[in-house]
C-alpha cells in the first residue's frame, strides 16, 4: 500500500500479481478501490493488478472538487503510469471507472496497450432506458424516492442510499448478495461531496464519436440485466472500437464478477490468451 504525488495530489494505490500490468479504475463517483478486492485478485498469475483511488476517493488526496473530471481521473492514471515506469500499460475500467478508462485509451493512445470495460457507456442519452428496466424489476416505493432524491451529503446517508440501491444491479437480489454487498459498502470509505458531481459530470460525458480512435484490444463485458450500464451501451462501444470483442453475460446484472465469477475470469483469461 504506497501514496505516490501525482500532477496536484497523492493517489493512494497497492499492487496484487505478477503478470502483465494493469490500472483497475475503480467505478463510483465517491466511492474506493476496496470492492475490487479482492474480487479480481484470481487474476493475479496472469496480470500486474494496479488498485488505485481516484483523486477526492478513498485514501488519496483531497484537492478541490472542481478538478475532480473524466479527463483529470484518467490524466492523474497516466501519470501514476509513468511513476510506475511503464511506458505501455492495460487499463480495465468498471462502471463509471470505464468512463476514466475510455478517456486515458483517448486522451494516452501511446502509453495503453489492452483495454477491458466492465459494464459501462461511452456516455449517458438513455436515461429513458434506465428507467423502462427500473420498471421492469418492480422497484419498492424505498427505491424509487432514493432514485429520486439528491445524494445524502452524509457519510452514513449516503451509505444507506446506496445500499436501498443494491437490488437493482444484480440479477437476482439473495440473500447471499444482499450480505456481501452490504459488507463491501461498509467497508468503502466514501465521499459524498464527490459523488454528488454526478449529477454535473454524467450529462456532460460523451466520448462516443471517439471511440474509433481506440486501436488497442478491447474486451466488453457486461451483464444482459444491467440497468445503469445495459447491453445496448455495450454494442455501442463494441460497433465504435475497431478490435474490439464483447460478451454477455446471462443471468447478471452490473456486477458479473459478483454473479457469474467462473465465466467472468474465464472469458477474460480466453480473451487475454488470444490477444497475447
Excluded at 494493469?22 to 478501490?33: E, K
Excluded at 421492469?136 to 424516492?145: G, S, V
Amino acid at each position: 500500500m504506497t501514496i505516490t504525488k501525482v500532477n496536484d495530489t497523492e493517489l493512494y494505490y497497492n499492487e496484487f500479481g505478477s503478470g502483465t500490468p494493469f490500472l483497475v479504475m475503480h467505478g463510483g463517483l465517491g466511492m474506493d478501490h476496496t470492492y475490487l478486492r479482492p474480487t479480481l485478485d484470481p487474476l493475479g498469475d496472469i496480470f500486474k493488478l494496479i488498485f488505485f483511488d481516484h483523486r477526492g476517493h478513498g485514501r488519496s488526496g483531497r484537492p478541490p472538487i472542481k478538478t475532480i473530471t473524466y479527463e483529470q481521473l484518467a490524466d492523474d492514471a497516466n501519470a501514476l503510469r509513468e511513476r510506475l515506469g511503464y511506458e505501455k500499460i492495460g487499463v480495465i475500467g468498471n462502471s463509471s471507472g470505464g468512463y476514466v478508462a475510455l478517456n486515458y485509451a483517448i486522451r494516452h493512445p501511446e502509453n495503453i496497450n489492452y483495454l477491458m470495460l466492465i459494464d459501462t457507456a461511452p456516455t449517458f442519452d438513455y436515461m429513458e432506458e434506465v428507467m423502462a428496466i427500473v420498471q421492469n424489476k418492480n422497484p419498492t416505493p424505498e427505491i424509487i424516492e432514493t432514485l429520486n432524491t439528491p445524494v445524502d451529503p452524509t457519510i452514513e446517508g449516503f451509505r444507506n442510499q446506496f445500499k436501498i440501491l443494491q437490488p437493482l444491479y444484480f440479477y437476482e437480489y439473495t440473500s447471499e448478495a444482499e450480505e456481501m454487498s452490504n459488507r463491501l459498502i461498509d467497508k468503502m470509505i466514501l465521499n459524498p461531496k464527490v459523488a454528488a458531481l454526478t449529477d454535473i459530470l454524467m450529462p456532460k460525458y460523451n466520448v462516443s464519436s471517439q471511440l474509433t480512435k481506440i486501436e488497442v484490444p478491447t474486451l466488453i463485458l457486461v451483464g444482459k440485466y444491467d440497468f445503469i450500464c445495459p447491453p445496448s451501451q455495450a454494442q455501442r462501444m463494441h460497433d465504435g472500437i475497431p478490435n474490439s470483442e464483447l460478451h454477455i453475460f446471462e443471468k447478471c446484472g452490473h456486477y458479473p464478477y459478483f454473479e457469474t465469477p467462473d465465466e467472468f475470469f474465464r472469458v477474460v483469461r480466453d480473451w487475454f490468451k488470444s490477444i497475447s
